[in-house]
């Protein structure tokens, strides 16, 4: 059984920080690449950022402005997410998304992963 597993998520300040983290288990190889998508009720989820597992080379979507890190943790089934400066707009359910092409660059569209996660809220408000 593949496992997609999310955590890191909860209430924030505007101009706060969270940390999601995503790991991936039952896959049969670990050449695989990692996104991460939010959601907010009512409409598209979106792509904010992925990360290839093999050369560590990574993508955004524009509307991050600068604010959001994807990196690899020393377990190399896990990836982060750092997001600094998070204003209420951001205020969605947060989905890691696994995508098992061993060759292919990540993408930033949900028809290129395999696997997903439950989701992690994350909410900014005062």
């Known amino acids: 059984q593949v496992q997609v597993v999310e955590s890191g998520g909860g209430l924030a300040q505007p101009g706060g920080s969270l940390r999601l983290s995503c790991t991936a288990s039952g896959l049969n190889s670990d050449e695989y690449n990692i996104g991460w998508f939010r959601q907010v009720p009512g409409r598209e989820r979106e792509g904010i950022s992925c990360i290839n597992h093999g050369d560590g080379r990574h993508d955004y979507d524009e509307s991050i402005q600068g604010r959001f890190t994807i990196s690899r943790e020393s377990a190399k089934n896990t990836v982060t997410l750092q997001m600094s400066s998070l204003k209420p707009e951001d205020t969605a359910v947060y989905y890691c998304?696994?995508?098992?092409?061993?060759?292919?660059?990540?993408?930033?569209?949900?028809?290129?992963?395999?696997?997903w996660g439950q989701g992690t809220q994350v909410t900014v408000s005062t």
């Open positions: 998304a696994v995508d098992v092409a061993r060759f292919r660059a990540c993408e930033l569209r949900r028809d290129s992963y395999d696997y």
